[in-house]
């Protein structure tokens, strides 16, 4: 049963935290206005060139015309590179493991493998221009401190963390600037007749039905957008982590939480049917054999029951607005809490893969409560390129 809402106080922010799925539905799918939360002032200019943070119509214009490169069937052509990334990242963890008397934290290892994934989607592996995205790894880790630094009210921000602000600042127009050089080689390329199949060259190609396209600027904040939902930070070194507003999880961390499922909470009559399973299927040469093993499918549908990737989803009210015949102003930060949802209709917190095989599997009976990428217009563009990468490393693991 859900539990009531409850106002929470977060880095001085009051904040309307709730786990109702029906209340979430109408959150999700319009039927409240209000806009996102990286919208809010708290991000100043840090987040100006991201426009898929933009609401209404100016989001939907942009989710529109950047979607066709996440498709399931456009992304086979990325397979081959996830694939070619996966077992080298996971061979230099069993390295570092087997150096190391007390394990090794596989995050950083799957912090780089994320960010490469994402450079390969942009602009594959054997394009001229992966090194120079591929080395903007730090540039990011710079930018995405500064994001968090710049939560805390203005005079802290300018008392401790002036020059992360600064630094991400600079960051920022780097990582831009690489990816607009990109676009006007990569325009001028097509534009002679050469084809490409990557997400950058998808970009440049999309218009709408009125004849926009896509501007360089929109494409470089994709990237940021992209980095920002893949790549885990390691926020923490700079700001102490009880000072930390939110906890961002990203497919990196993701990552890591599905290691750590398999070694300490599937069950060893499931291990079994899984590595069978993965056995059986040979050196999986395309994403078709993927999508073929069930076992595989439920262990990361049931990681993703556990460990939600975006555990929250928050939203500003652009209006005054009902909820439940409370009126609330406009302003209010709302806090749809994903995490508890997981408990309301599946029963024991068991990790058992039976959750996602049969003919009545979870997020099929109870798909309000099974919301790991979100939903309604704001669904997570990029969850089957995070699946790709997910499955990719659980099978060679």
């Known amino acids: 049963m859900a539990q009531s809402p409850v106002w929470i106080n977060l880095a001085g922010i009051r904040i309307l935290e709730f786990t109702d799925p029906a209340l979430m539905r109408r959150l999700f799918v319009g039927k409240i206005h209000n806009i996102h939360l990286f919208r809010a002032p708290q991000f100043g200019s840090m987040l100006s060139d991201c426009g898929i943070f933009e609401s209404g119509q100016v989001h939907r214009r942009l989710r529109a015309l950047c979607a066709k490169p996440f498709s399931k069937s456009v992304l086979k052509f990325n397979y081959e590179s996830v694939r070619n990334l996966s077992a080298p990242t996971l061979e230099q963890m069993a390295n570092l493991s087997a150096l190391s008397k007390h394990g090794v934290d596989p995050l950083p290892t799957l912090q780089t493998f994320t960010f490469k994934v994402i450079c ?3 602009v594959s592996t054997n394009s001229q221009h992966f090194a120079k995205f591929e080395s903007l790894e730090a540039d990011y880790m710079l930018f995405a401190q500064s994001i968090i630094a710049g939560l805390f009210p203005g005079w802290v921000t300018n008392l401790f963390f002036a ?3 600064s630094d991400g600042k600079a960051a920022k127009a780097r990582i831009l600037l690489v990816v607009k050089e990109a676009c006007a080689e990569r325009r001028a390329a097509m534009m002679g007749g050469e084809q490409f199949e990557d997400a950058l060259s998808s970009f440049i190609d999309a218009k709408d039905e009125s004849g926009d396209f896509l501007t360089d600027d929109d494409v470089a904040g994709l990237f940021l957008v992209l980095l920002m939902a893949g790549f885990e930070t390691y926020l923490h070194q700079k700001i102490p982590a009880d000072l930390l507003m939110f906890e961002f999880r990203r497919t990196s961390k993701q990552l890591s939480i599905m290691l750590h499922s398999l070694a300490f909470l599937i069950s060893e009559t499931d291990l079994k049917a899984l590595v069978d399973e993965v056995n059986m299927a040979g050196a999986l040469d395309s994403d078709v054999t993927l999508d073929g093993l069930p076992h595989l499918d ?7 029951r556990h460990f939600n990737v ?7 009210l652009s209006e005054n607005t009902v ?7 406009a302003g209010t930060v709302l806090y749809p809490n994903r995490d508890m949802c997981r408990f309301m209709a599946s029963g024991p917190d068991y990790f058992e893969l039976s959750n996602f095989l049969g003919e009545s599997p979870f997020d099929k009976t109870s798909p309000m409560n099974y919301l790991p990428f979100g939903y309604g217009e704001r669904l997570c563009l990029g969850m089957n390129l995070a699946k790709l990468e997910v499955r990719l490393i ?3 693991n």
Not at 310 to 316: F, N
Not at 323 to 329: N, Q, S, Y
């Open 298 to 304: 439920a262990f990361v549908k049931e990681s993703l």
């Open 394 to 396: 659980v099978k060679f």
């Open 310 to 316: 975006i555990p929250i989803a928050g939203r500003i």
């Open 323 to 329: 909820i439940d015949g409370v009126e609330l102003a």
């Open 120 to 122: 390969a989607f942009m």
């Open 163 to 165: 020059k992360t602000v």
